[in-house]
């Protein structure tokens, strides 16, 4: 089965504090859908999203009640006057007459198909031109993948569910599905879920609560809003620091982001003494508390590491692409060839747990090294991480398939979760400014 991967963890590290302001009714009722793991009424938690947020409001004696609906139904109901709103939705999905929440947690989107399906394509419109896709035709997608499916609506198939996309991609109906890996896997039994491959994933999209527009609502906004930020400011020990030391992974690209996260400390008073350390090593001193930040990292690889805050907003996206020598096929097929031998690093492996990758791995942690190791003929495949759009770069010297789609966030150590707030709107107020370059 697809490994089902959340990220829900910063919900645990809130505290009970008394909040003012608001008067907390004691039971906020919500629409939701069949959307297993994240929300099912035939899951013991209700699905992991809606424990997530029941599990914070909890402490302030709130409690939810959730009915479960096919998704348009429980948006139109939502309106009605007995619901706070619908959750959990994509930003996307977020009708006009709401608001959304603050981001309650992550959910994964990509393209999918069966194993034994080996395609051929250079990029996500070119894919969408060649192959039947099959769709949710409920679903507001985020606005970049909306434009491709309004584009291309001639090879696109409706489904009312991931669990009929599975039906149609298992009968051939379609080349491909576009779902969440993690509800596709909880749908399909594990033979066949085994038969299903990554083709291509999109950058991990938030997950919100959809409130009906009112003042009550606004409330309740703020309400959830200042959970977290009063969390951020809980510690009363904290001395706002004066130098901090931090890390960052020596790799073509790297010095916009050097300079950038330079600039925002120092407009907080804060000077940076910076060190290039190997990816993985880096991110271990930072959750050791051995260093209080890095520079710049892929957000969706942070959760396993407790002590490791990622700081919004997100400084870019990112994409990681299959660099191959212009003699060899460059297909997904590559990745699945125990023959095959491909550089990668250990990272960039951690963000594709749902691709089919059986070929032998080749860890190189000096990745200014990759270009000119696959030029030098010691390898024909490499898994690269560039800014999203950079890749082509690559491209006179190299075959490319862009695999997935990732966030990019500065990242620091837990103990500066006071000067988290005063971060987050520095880099905001800066980030229209910032041109990234490649980074991996």
Known sequence: MLKRVLHWAWVALLVALPLTGFTATSTWKIASLEWPPYASEHMDNGGDAIASLRDLLAPHDIAIEVDYLPWEQAQLRAAAGEYVGYFPAWPSEVRSGFIASAPLGFSHLGILGKSDNDLDYRNLIHLFEQYKVGVVASYVYPTNIQNVLD???????????????????????VDLILASPEVVGH???SKRAKKLKMVTQFADIPLVLALKQNDTNRARKGFLDDLLQRHLHSNTAFTRPTHLVGTYINTPGVEPFIHFIE?????????????????????VLLNAGLSDLDVVRVAANMARFKNVRVVEPTLALGEHILLCDKAVPCNLAALSKPSNKILVTRGALESLTNFDIKAKLMFNEKLRRTPELLKRYEFEYAIFSTVFGDGQQYANDFNILPLRRFRLNHVVNRRLDPLVPELQRTIQAKLDDFTPNSVH
């Open 263 to 283: 600039q925002i400390y120092a407009e907080l008073g804060i000077s940076l003494k910076l060190e290039a350390v190997p990816a993985r090593r880096g991110l």
């Open 151 to 173: 584009a291309y609506g001639e090879t696109l198939h409706y489904a009312s569910s991931e669990r009929e996309l599975v039906n149609m991609l298992n009968r051939g109906s």
């Open 187 to 189: 749908f399909s039994p």
